[in-house]
């Protein structure tokens, strides 16, 4: 299903549903309501796309203030599209596609702008954690990586956000052989080439690691056509949205 826009504080966000990410509130940010100028207008979170420092550090001041913590508590990654998973803290962004978090006063962000943005919640423990899944991470495993540091990954819940639909994502042959084995993940194209649906991939992913069907949840909304986010297919140089989450009075 998909979740209308709505405001946190002046900000346009997309909700998660609260059954979604059980203890965990979750929203992804739109391109709207940020300072940064075209192409990367105007709530643009990435701070290695071209855009001015000083608008990326206001944007990201206005999505904490958003998730309600201090700007320094508003934790992103290096995202590398591979495997590594590391523990949320201050500081400078660790080289990691998955985040994981127990603690009340840290915001994890993951950003995107067409691969998928996935949020991991356990509804017996304070842990929950964010993943960026292009088909880079999903091809070596990262949700794999992320979901063996949780205790029990069989009761996880998933939540995944906007991503390019398969419509617009045509591939080589190289890349659709690594998916080849998955149902409805693969789509005739012209020539050689497939259309790759990401999110058939995640959901057969998360499926396989024992994750019930009623657990896996998606928005239905799509990067495609960079109006409400920003799509690095689309074209680029463009800026980067977020899946945001925090704990929100779950279990301590």
């Given at each position: ?26 929203f992804v940010t739109t391109r709207a309501g940020g300072v940064s ?63 994981l978090c127990e603690r009340e006063d840290l915001a994890l962000a ?143």
């Amino acid at each position: 299903m998909s979740s209308p826009v709505s405001t946190s504080g002046a900000l346009p966000v997309l909700d998660l549903p609260a059954a979604w990410t059980p203890g965990v509130r979750a929203f992804v940010t739109t391109r709207a309501g940020g300072v940064s100028a075209a192409p990367f207008d105007t709530l643009n979170l990435g701070d290695h796309v071209g855009d001015d420092p000083a608008c990326v550090a206001e944007n990201r001041r206005r999505v904490a203030a958003a998730a309600r913590v201090t700007p320094v508590s508003l934790i992103t990654m290096a995202q590398c599209h591979g495997r590594e998973v590391a523990w949320a803290a201050p500081g400078a962004p660790a080289p990691a596609d998955a985040l994981l978090c127990e603690r009340e006063d840290l915001a994890l962000a993951v950003l995107v702008a067409d691969c998928l943005p996935i949020v991991l919640c356990d509804p017996e423990s304070p842990r929950f954690a964010v993943v960026h899944a292009g088909w880079r991470g999903l091809d070596v495993g990262v949700l794999a990586a992320t979901l063996a540091h949780f205790a029990s990954p069989r009761r996880v819940v998933a939540a995944i956000g906007p991503g390019i639909s398969p419509a617009r994502y045509p591939v080589g042959p190289e890349v659709a052989a690594r998916f080849a084995d998955v149902p409805g993940a693969l789509t005739p194209d012209e020539g050689d080439r497939s259309r790759l649906d990401l999110v058939a991939v995640a959901v057969a992913q998360l499926h396989q690691l024992g994750l019930d069907p009623a657990q896996v949840h998606r928005l239905d909304a799509v990067t495609d056509d960079s109006a409400l986010f920003f799509s690095h297919r689309a074209g680029a140089p463009t800026g980067r949205v977020a899946l945001v989450a925090r704990r929100d009075g779950g279990p301590s």
